[in-house]
């Protein structure tokens, strides 16, 4: 075989490869729930730290956002996913889209903010790590 022949490269392989409608929609709901995610881990940063200020907090909040819209909307089955978006929706709608939306706003929100987005882990939290097998075990042990 001669070196100067051409290789297949990956997008060559990605170019012949027909991917199911069940594959794409799959890759799609795990992008828009990893945008959701990448959405509420940079406001909890941005809220824990106390050096961004609210014109930087609005920045960056608007163009993840902005990246987020640009997704598909899919249908969220999980309690914690729905809770999530609705969270985000409503923390874009009382910074972003509020005029007055002000430093000491912004620093009077930031622990009641934190305190909804632990909520909203431990609602995550708690819906895994539990096999069926393991339920009933754990189910009665409250009473006794």
């Known amino acids: 075989m001669v070196r100067s022949q051409r290789r297949c490269t990956y997008r060559d ?47 960056k909040f608007t163009e993840l956002k902005i990246k987020f819209d640009k997704r598909v909307e899919i249908h969220l089955d999980s309690e914690y ?8 929706i409503r923390l ?5 889209l509020n005029e007055e939306f002000t430093q000491k706003i912004f620093n009077d929100m930031r622990d009641a903010e934190m305190s909804n987005l632990n909520r909203l882990q431990k609602l995550k939290n708690a819906t895994s790590y539990k096999k069926d097998k393991h339920k009933d075990k754990h189910k009665n042990e409250d009473w006794g």
């Open 92 to 96: 874009y709608n009382e910074t972003v």
């Open 13 to 59: 392989k990605v170019s012949t490869m027909a991917y199911t409608q069940k594959q794409i929609d799959k890759f799609n709901r795990q992008k828009y729930i990893t945008e959701l995610e990448k959405i509420s881990k940079n406001i909890f940063r941005m809220l824990r730290d106390t050096t961004v200020s609210d014109t930087n907090f609005v920045l």
């Open 81 to 88: 996913h729905q809770q999530l978006k609705v969270y985000i």
